[in-house]
């Protein structure tokens, strides 16, 4: 694609120090791709000569789509004055998105650079919770009152949109500022001009809490297929609005949070690439020692079968490929059942059918694997235990994918009903979970069928 | 949330048969939720009573938010001269949604009902393959030329927009239709009405051919920040507009399929609830027999080391959790990498720079878990061989969870640039992977430190 080269061709030009062609590369470069070339370039001082080499009023811009580590960087390499005019000019939902992922010690500093308006505007959207729609919302937008006719009301919206509003949608207010209505910007085009704005009120619009979880927002843009949603106070007052690409940066957030949950190591909340090895260790050491314990448990029911084992070596041959096997279908479940749940595919209510159908997709993989197994059963089994070792191989694996499979997929129902994610119920712990459990059917059925010694307790 | 109680109520007046509380009812509820409230319920004769108790124009609406199984049922219990109608009346976009996901019999006979203009457009659309923008796209847009003036525009504006188009963004394009800006709507009513288009004209815009994957027309959408996106065929010419709406249904449906990849039960394309156990069974056994191969591998390993285990079956013990930790480590990596990858925080050129993290990570966890399991180590071996077995244990762990995060680190990156989906990695692949080499790492660290009997090979 052509933004790769443009930003391949800003780099090269870094490092042959050609500083006087990069006003007409970066010219027609996006500030998104700028964006992305600063975060290629290791040198600072190189940062800084793309950054101050944009025309003013695209430096706020670009700064707003540089990742966090990246920004910070930028305004303690930026002197006093730019950095105060950057974080002015930053439209207030990106600067609580900058603030809220600073230290406490770097957040005093920063706050002392700005302006007392924007010092008390970022206060009150960083007063809201953690994850609330209030730290995504941008409190510009464009208000207009049910009385005033088309013509003020196109009069209001061009004063506003030329401050840089969007105003796809026009919110009508009422004298205590509570929210009526939303109406498209298209409708007041096609409207009379002395009509008065009460005629192109429909009362179908949509608005969230900013204290509510920004989750909420996700999910009523998605659902009701809007670009812009109203955010108000618990009275109705209109307080700021959010936007349909805040909410594809939060739900690719919480999306990564479901795949690192899934996958054992917890949510990271960070780039990969910008992730210290000690913080990886720290967020993915925890679960892989609760897994070492449960791991344990597996341990200790071999122990329980160490007399059987010795009796018959063979069995140990099938060890791995059952115990995985309970996993694999484990997983399988689990995941299936983790996204449907986040998707709204699925609701917890819908249990009981799920289970049904799973059983008996699981009874068809069961059967399938069985009978595959146990021709491999009856060969290591040799002459003598042909039959025994096929049948012990063969219902084993029929059981123990019908119980993987049921773990995988009602721990994520369970966990839903219990109010914890269901992605807690990660791949490598059904995994480990189906293990001990497999373990135990395994020489439980073996021990019955080849009359071997009884398990230790 | 109150839409849950309208869909609710509205269910509750079907069951009642209070059918004359119906329009009320629905005149407050959005089509979306209609839909889903007719997607819930079971009976044909209620499911069309809701549909056809709507006002006409907002039947096809409350259509369109049908999952495709609800939309053929529908189809088929309405009468021919509604269901034409509905078909006409859908958007371009939705229709060819609809169609594609028909079987050959069932397209034919839809054709059939399509007025002449519309089957025209219905091909032409499902001529783009699948998976590609232009099966996403609407052929409706609101284009101008430079030498318009504002007023002129503004007037064209109108009429589109009366005819229900989607207008926050204008199209400039040539003599031949070549699509050369796109202008905000909100420029439009900045502009002295005497302007020309050409003085609005910024020529900043984003465009992708319809030729291309629909993932492409995802990531420019994202990347810019924009809410329609011009869609064009090769030479440039202006084809049609794909919304951002339309993206999020799509990047819902790629994320699904990354999720089932790494659950490994490969790509599923169907909602859950919809999909029958045939189809779970046939889509989930493939991938469980692969593994079962792979797992027997695992067994042969095994087989190799039995005299070696016979000699000391208190190695069995460690085996499940050995084999586990190194399919747990392999598991984190591989989600992290995958989902890294997709979200493109992480690029095939970086394999390097995280492999030398990765590895740092792995030998903090290995060594912290190695340590951990040489002291049962110790317990289990008995006053004769705590400390071989210790030294057998703690190895083995730091060994195979090195391993298993090599494994998950960088098969995602191969497949990748073997142009195969880094999803295909998935987490029981992983797991059955790892599980072969953590056996063969750990009975040969035991034999070597037990003096053990060497292989059979």
């Known amino acids: 694609m052509s933004e790769k080269g ?37 040198s600072h001082e190189d940062r800084l000569v ?33 950095a105060k005019r950057v974080l002015h000019e930053l439209v207030p939902d990106d600067r609580t998105a900058f603030l809220e992922n600073l230290d406490p010690e770097e957040l005093e500093g920063m706050l002392k650079l ?39 009301s196109l009069d209001h919206i061009r004063h506003e949109a030329n401050r840089g509003e969007t105003v796809n949608f026009v919110f009508v207010t009422d004298e205590r500022g509570r929210l009526i209505d939303a109406v498209k910007l298209k409708d007041f085009i096609l409207a009379r001009q002395d009509a008065k704005v009460e005629a192109l ?49 939060v739900a690719e957030q919480e999306i990564t949070e479901d795949f690192h949950k899934l996958g054992g190591t917890g949510s990271l909340n960070i780039s990969i690439r910008e992730a210290s090895p000690g913080f990886l260790y720290r967020k993915r050491i925890g679960w892989l020692m609760i897994l070492v314990l449960v791991n344990l448990v597996s341990g200790l029911a071999i122990a329980m079968f160490e007399d059987a084992i010795e009796a018959v070596i063979a069995l140990v041959f099938f060890l791995p490929l059952i115990i995985a096997s309970a996993g694999n279908a484990g997983s399988q479940s689990a995941t299936l059942m983790v996204r449907a749940l986040a998707t709204g595919d699925v609701e917890s209510k819908d249990w009981l059918r799920l289970w049904g159908k799973e059983f008996s997709v699981a009874l068809g993989l069961g ?27 063969g219902f084993a694996m029929l059981a123990v994918v019908i119980m ?54």
Chains 1, 2 share one sequence.
């Open 114 to 152: 700005l302006a007392p308006e924007d010092l008390k505007q970022s206060l009150k959207l960083l007063g809201y919770p953690e994850e609330s729609i209030g730290r995504l919302m941008t409190p510009r937008f464009v208000a207009v009152r049910p009385t005033w006719t088309v013509a003020r």
């Open 404 to 457: 993987g499979a049921m773990i995988g997929m009602l721990l994520p129902f369970i966990l839903q009903r219990a109010n914890m994610d269901p992605a807690t119920a990660s791949t490598p712990l059904i995994t480990s979970v189906a293990d001990v459990v497999g373990i135990l059917i395994y020489f439980s059925i073996a021990a019955a069928i080849l009359n071997l010694p009884s398990p230790v307790t």
């Open 201 to 249: 009120m429909d009362e179908e619009f949509y608005s969230v809490q900013a204290s509510a979880d920004r989750e909420e927002a996700v999910q009523v843009i998605q659902h009701y297929d809007i670009n812009t949603l109203a955010v108000t106070d618990k009275n109705g007052v209109m307080l700021g609005i959010v936007t349909v690409d805040d909410i594809m940066d």
């Open 367 to 393: 059967l399938t694997m069985g009978v595959a197994v146990s021709f491999i059963g009856a060969w290591r089994g040799g002459p003598e235990l042909a039959l025994q070792l096929a049948m012990v191989v």
């Open 50 to 82: 793309v950054f101050m080499t944009l025309p003013e009023e695209r430096r706020t811009d670009t700064f707003s789509y540089l990742p966090h580590s990246a920004q910070r960087q930028m305004l303690a390499d930026l002197d006093n004055k730019e």
């Open 6 to 42: 443009a930003i391949i061709e800003l780099i090269a030009l870094l490092k042959l120090e050609r500083h006087e062609q990069l006003p007409e590369t970066l010219d027609e470069m996006a500030v998104q791709d700028i964006a992305e070339a600063i975060d290629q370039t290791e």
